[in-house]
């Protein structure tokens, strides 16, 4: 038989509220490094390229390889993806994180009677979960089809 609300006498953490907008322009602004990460991989792709033993080379944090005679725009279509990859994702989701959990924790710690740590730590990790992980991972999307976008529109302007 099914357990319907929460057991009588254990704490349950209170919803976290956070301020979203303030959120959304730590995201905003920690998807401006995304060029100079662009940048950074036309530039240093190459010489990884050269010393790979293999005919391809597969493009860090993604599925994407590049053969030894690439183009000019499989270069920079590589170096796209690889700088919205995941490890990417990842670093901003830990930034994003390390600059709200202790306004979490404030809430966390204020609540009557004291939650146990436990129970502290669950309700932060599916905050975010819920929230932080799904908008740092759906901002990068919109970013690299955005970049990719705007790709396509020079391939179209130059031909």
């Keep these: 038989m099914g357990c319907l609300g929460s057991v009588p006498g254990v704490p349950t953490a209170p919803e976290i509220e956070l301020d979203m907008e303030a959120v959304g322009e730590a995201i905003t602004d920690a998807i401006k490094g995304?060029?100079?990460n662009i940048d950074k991989n036309v530039r240093e792709f190459p010489d990884e390229i050269k010393q790979c033993p293999d005919e391809k080379w597969a493009v860090p944090d993604t599925t994407m390889?590049?053969?030894k005679d690439y183009t000019e725009d499989d270069?920079?279509?590589a170096a796209t993806v690889s700088a919205c990859g995941g490890a990417v994702k990842d670093a901003i989701k830990d930034s994003i994180w390390g600059q709200f959990e202790p306004k979490i924790d404030e809430q966390l710690d204020g609540v009557e009677p004291a939650?146990?740590?436990g129970i502290k730590d669950k309700?932060?990790?599916k905050f975010k979960e819920a929230?932080?992980?799904p908008l740092v991972d759906k901002a990068v999307d919109e970013?690299?089809?955005k970049l990719k976008e705007e790709m396509n529109k020079t391939d179209k302007t130059e031909e």
């Design 34 to 36: 995304i060029p100079d």
């Design 65 to 67: 390889e590049l053969a």
């Design 75 to 77: 270069l920079l279509l």
């Design 115 to 117: 939650l146990p740590k």
């Design 123 to 125: 309700a932060k990790d």
């Design 131 to 133: 929230t932080i992980d």
């Design 143 to 145: 970013a690299l089809d």
